[in-house]
């Protein structure tokens, strides 16, 4: 069985294969520096071997806070051939939200970038107490020399036989969660979870050695840092990473490298068709997008399929605490399905949709989702207790979001958990409001919250992104939404603001806008 083979195998291997398949390849094209597969496997084993002269034991966690660039995946790779623990640290975190991670991961060593958008990361932990850091690499070539110069200290044998100890179960990497409820999560993967997980997303999805990858997603998050460049190193494909999204500029770069792949968020999608120059660029290289949220317009599948150009548009669901994959769409599912819902579930997965009790309901029923199989975390990182109240003791995953699966096994998103709220008596699902009200001629984007009311308990209120161009009326929306919606969906509140405040991975941060509403009352 193909999912109990890739189990076995490790980020050493993976990368062994690739040099073996595809020596002289691109791997990574950053500006104007450009790594063949063996280059990148060679810089990444001389980092290795600079670490092993620290003396650092297997499992030891070592930490990168940057945006993405080539020394990213170099330093993420020669910590993982040395037997380390990856910690993305995510770019938007202040210091004190980076020492907390750097401390309750226990990370000896830091990769970290001296300026990236005018920010001086070194200088926000300066007043921080990290007792097990003993190693700070700068997050760029200098940096990287720094490790090659210790190289010499340890031998290509050494660094063989530290790889031959790494086994398929271990821990390749350490994700915390984004923390909008609380204190980030650390969650916990293996290697054989993270090759066999993407070698079916990447299968699923086509991804090859012909593809050209712009990466606009965050390293530091599963969907840059798995989905990104560690599928293009199973199955041979280029990165092209972007440090900072800018529309105009993923335009210039699709045009110019003749980028084959682009997944993100569907507000990158968004954002391209509204550029204003959209038909000034030669897009014809793009084939493959992959996206996926509670809310996809069907119009948007439509116009990245006819606007944009890609042959293939696929949707997905996952979190971090299912290795980032629980669910796909297939080539040649139709509009409404990709948009409407986030595929079936990967091979090896089971899918169960329940009730607050636990119990399985039938097709077509609204629950919490529940997932067990191969790509359930090992657990959070030193929290016991968050573990058992995640998972059961039968293996199921609770993921606090809720869907409704059809007869195929095709599964709907249909919110949180925590974003759910009861408008006179009745259950509001922001995100299936969201979907009806995108349908509005002037609306680009929207999120609905759930606001007290004396008379209703919670009803509903609508914070809009207008088109360009258009000016949003309160009272003329929730007529519209009226005439559309049942009354207790409607929204009762809609407020017109210039973007949603959203996380790196494209999440929208409700409690921000919440706070607004508390702020204005």
């Known amino acids: 069985m193909t999912i109990h083979t890739d189990l076995q195998r490790t980020v050493p291997s993976v990368l062994d294969d690739a040099c073996r398949r595809w020596p002289d390849k691109a ?26 002269a620290q003396g650092y ?9 940057g945006p993405n660039r080539w020394e990213w995946i170099v330093a993420a790779l020669a910590g993982q051939l040395a037997g380390m623990v990856l910690v993305p640290i995510n770019t938007r975190y202040k210091g004190v939200e980076a020492g907390d991670i750097l401390r309750r991961s226990g990370s000896r060593a830091l990769f970290v970038v001296s300026d990236f958008l005018g920010v001086d990361y070194p200088a926000m932990l300066a ?10 690499v700068p997050l760029d070539p200098a940096g990287l020399k720094q490790l090659h110069e210790r190289a010499v200290r340890v031998s290509d044998d050494a660094l063989d036989a530290r790889i031959a100890d790494i086994a398929a179960d271990a821990l390749a990497d350490i994700l915390y969660t984004s923390g909008t409820t609380g204190a980030p999560k650390g969650v916990m993967t293996t ?21 050209r990858y712009l990466i606009v997603n965050p390293f530091f998050h599963t969907f840059g840092y798995k989905a990104g460049w560690f599928a293009s190193l199973l199955r041979g494909a280029t990165s092209y990473p972007m440090a900072a999204f800018d529309t105009h500029e993923v335009l210039a770069r699709i045009a110019e490298d003749r980028i084959s792949m682009l997944p993100g968020a569907p507000t990158i999608f968004q954002s391209l068709l509204s550029h204003g120059q959209l038909a000034s660029f030669d897009l014809s290289s793009l084939r493959c997008a992959v996206t996926g949220a509670a809310t996809v317009p069907v119009q948007l599948v439509k116009d990245m399929k006819h606007v944009l150009g890609f042959q293939e548009v696929y949707t997905a669901y996952g979190l971090t605490e299912s290795t980032g994959v629980v669910t796909l769409c297939r080539s040649g599912d139709d509009f409404e399905t990709i948009a ?13 949709i329940t009730d607050a009790d636990g119990a399985a309901l039938p097709p077509g029923e609204s629950g919490e989702i529940r997932v067990r199989g191969f790509n ?11 573990t058992a109240e995640t998972i059961t003791p039968d293996g199921w995953l609770k993921t606090g979001d809720i869907g409704v699966m059809d007869a195929r096994g095709y599964l709907k998103i249909t919110d949180r958990v925590k974003d759910m709220y009861i408008c006179g008596g009745f259950n509001c ?14 609306i680009a984007d929207v999120a609905v919250t759930g606001t007290p009311d004396a008379r209703m308990g919670e009803v509903g209120h609508a914070w809009v992104v207008p088109r360009a161009g258009a000016v949003v009326d309160e009272a003329a929306v929730i007529a519209w939404a009226r005439l559309r919606m049942a009354n207790y969906k409607a929204p009762r509140y809609v407020s017109s603001i210039d973007a949603l405040p959203r996380n790196a991975s494209g999440k929208v941060q409700k409690f921000l806008l919440k706070k607004n509403k508390e702020n204005d009352t």
């Open 429 to 442: 699902y922001p995100a299936e409001i969201e979907h009806l009200l995108l349908e509005h001629p002037d």
């Open 27 to 52: 791997a990574v094209v950053d500006g104007d520096v450009t790594l063949t597969f063996t280059a990148l496997r060679d810089a990444a084993r001389s980092c290795a071997r600079g670490l092993l």
């Open 57 to 65: 034991p297997t499992g030891t966690r070592f930490a990168i806070w």
């Open 127 to 136: 007043d921080e107490s990290l007792p097990d850091l003993d190693l700070i």
């Open 340 to 352: 409407n819902t986030s595929g079936r579930a990967m091979e090896g997965v089971e899918i169960r």
């Open 191 to 211: 290697h054989g979870q993270n090759v066999a997980v993407f070698m079916q997303w990447s299968e699923a999805v086509g991804l090859n050695a012909e593809d």
């Open 376 to 386: 359930v975390m090992r657990g959070y990182l030193d929290n016991d207790a968050a």
